[in-house]
């Protein structure tokens, strides 16, 4: 008879999922083990992961991929382990910022987002929030540092969200977050005033 119970402890993919959160992404930085090649894996800009043109349905699956994700000095991203790198392609960001979290006021306002694959951030100087124009459109795409260079774009939800905690800093529109002043545009080129 088949088990459908989805709280099986025997599920390998959901013990590592919960290792992995528990521990913390492996030291990906400290391995420098021979490439192997690229594969046919690739990040989509919507944060869906493919493998041979089909979307990877499993959550822990992803997130287990996503804790060996390196993105090197070259600019290209790399599946690491301790004996091979694998070369991956990536459309825009590794990862998704999709839910978001505001305390505090002015200068002591902190951010914290949470991506995709449930990585948890705060937008401090070791993790800032940058602000890119979109290629073509001109549109203002925001992007917080996860961890080495791997960074994630916040959802167009939460852009607006982020816009609604802004203010203006020396003739600068951005927000505040842990003490750090990130800019978005300039004041007078979005009609805002202090």
């Not at 699956?61 to 996503?66: D, G, I, M, P, T």
């Not at 449930?118 to 795409?141: C, Q």
């Not at 982020?162 to 600068?172: H, K, L």
Request: aromatic content about 10%; overall charge negative.
């Amino acid at each position: 008879m088949m088990n459908t119970d989805q709280s099986d402890t025997s599920n390998p993919l959901k013990g590592l999922a919960e290792a992995r959160k528990a521990k913390g992404p492996p030291p990906v930085e400290l391995w420098n083990p021979p490439f192997c090649g690229d594969i046919d894996m690739r990040i989509a800009a919507d944060g869906t992961w493919f493998y041979m043109k089909s979307p990877i349905g499993r959550k822990p699956l992803v997130q287990l991929f996503s804790s060996v994700l390196r993105h090197d000095d070259d600019g290209k991203f790399y599946l690491v382990t301790p004996v091979e790198k694998c070369g991956i392609r990536v459309d825009d960001a590794p990862f998704i910022a999709v839910r978001m979290a505001v305390s505090g006021l002015g200068k002591d306002q902190v951010i914290r987002f949470e991506t995709n694959v449930d990585d948890e951030v705060t937008v401090d100087a070791s993790h800032p929030l940058r602000f890119a124009l979109e290629p073509g459109t001109g549109g203002m795409k925001p992007y917080v540092l996860v961890r080495g260079r791997l960074e994630a774009l916040v959802s167009r939800a939460l852009f607006y969200d982020i816009a609604a905690a802004g203010t203006v800093q020396d003739d600068w529109f951005g927000v505040w977050s842990s003490g750090q002043f990130y800019p978005m545009q300039r004041a007078a080129e979005i009609g805002v005033t202090s």
